[in-house]
T-cell receptor, first 115, second 110 residues
Framework: NAGVMQNPRHLVRRRGQEARLRCSPMKGHSHVYWYRQLPEEGLKFMVYLQKENIIDESGMPKERFSAEFPKEGPSILRIQQVVRGDSAAYFC?????????????FGDGTRLSIL | DAKTTQPPSMDCAEGRAANLPCNHSTISGNEYVYWYRQIHSQGPQYIIHGLKNNETNEMASLIITEDRKSSTLILPHATLRDTAVYYCIVRVEYGNKLVFGAGTILRVKS
C-alpha cells in the first residue's frame, strides 16, 4: 500500500468530540475515495472526491460526517460529535483519472476508537 | 454494478497454486472484474483486473470465461504471506466506487 498516506493510524476520541482523518493520495492522483469498515464487516463506500469537488457522497451518513479535498493539502474526513458506533477502520484510496479504468490504491487506514 | 459470489473460505498448501473462483453471472459488457485482497489490519491491496482477456502480472493471473460469467484468480505459488481475504469486484468502466462483498478467506498452510 505504498503511496497513499493516512494519518493518524490510530485515533481515540471520547463521545461528543470531533475526529479528523487525513489522507494524502499517491503522487499524481487527483481522485480520492473514503471507505469505512465496521468491526467484523466488509468495506463500505462513503464518498468520492476530486480536487475541491464532491462527486459522489451516496455512502456518507446524513449527519455529522463531512469530507473535503482542497486544492492544496490532504483530503479530510471529519466526524463531529462522535458516537460509539463510529468506531471503525476508515480507509482512503486514490486513483489518477476518472473513467479510464484505473484501479484504486488504498492506504493502511485510520483505526478510530470511541470511548 | 453486477453482484459477485465467492466461496467463504479456502485452504491451500504452501507452494501450491491457489485458485480462487468468482461468479458474476449478471456482468454486463462494460464491466471489469477486479481483484483485491486484504491482509489482516492492512488496507486492501490491488491485485489485478480484466475485461474479457486473461491477464497476468507479477502477483497473479486472472482467467475469465468466454461468456464472462465467472473468473478465477490464480496465485501460482502460494506462500504463508498470501493468507488474506480476497475480494472479487465487478466495476463499470466509468464507475467510481468499489462495492466489496464478503470475499474469500484464503488460508495458506505449511
Amino acid at each position: 500500500n505504498a503511496g497513499v498516506m493516512q494519518n493518524p493510524r490510530h485515533l481515540v476520541r471520547r463521545r461528543g468530540q470531533e475526529a479528523r482523518l487525513r489522507c494524502s493520495p499517491m503522487k499524481g492522483h487527483s481522485h480520492v475515495y473514503w471507505y469505512r469498515q465496521l468491526p467484523e464487516e466488509g468495506l463500505k463506500f462513503m464518498v468520492y472526491l476530486q480536487k475541491e469537488n464532491i462527486i459522489d457522497e451516496s455512502g456518507m451518513p446524513k449527519e455529522r460526517f463531512s469530507a473535503e479535498f482542497p486544492k492544496e493539502g490532504p483530503s479530510i474526513l471529519r466526524i463531529q460529535q462522535v458516537v460509539r458506533g463510529d468506531s471503525a477502520a476508515y480507509f482512503c484510496a486514490s486513483s489518477p483519472l476518472e473513467g479510464v479504468n484505473q484501479p484504486q490504491h488504498f492506504g493502511d487506514g485510520t483505526r478510530l476508537s470511541i470511548l | 454494478d453486477a453482484k459477485t459470489t465467492q466461496p467463504p473460505s479456502m485452504d491451500c498448501a504452501e507452494g501450491r497454486a491457489a485458485n480462487l473462483p468468482c461468479n458474476h453471472s449478471t456482468i454486463s459488457g462494460n464491466e471489469y472484474v477486479y481483484w483485491y485482497r486484504q491482509i489482516h489490519s492492512q488496507g486492501p491491496q490491488y491485485i489485478i483486473h480484466g475485461l474479457k482477456n486473461n491477464e497476468t502480472n507479477e502477483m497473479a493471473s486472472l482467467i475469465i470465461t468466454e461468456d464472462r460469467k465467472s473468473s478465477t484468480l490464480i496465485l501460482p505459488h502460494a506462500t504463508l504471506r498470501d493468507t488474506a481475504v480476497y475480494y472479487c469486484i465487478v466495476r463499470v468502466e466509468y464507475g467510481n466506487k468499489l462495492v466489496f462483498g464478503a470475499g474469500t478467506i484464503l488460508r495458506v498452510k505449511s
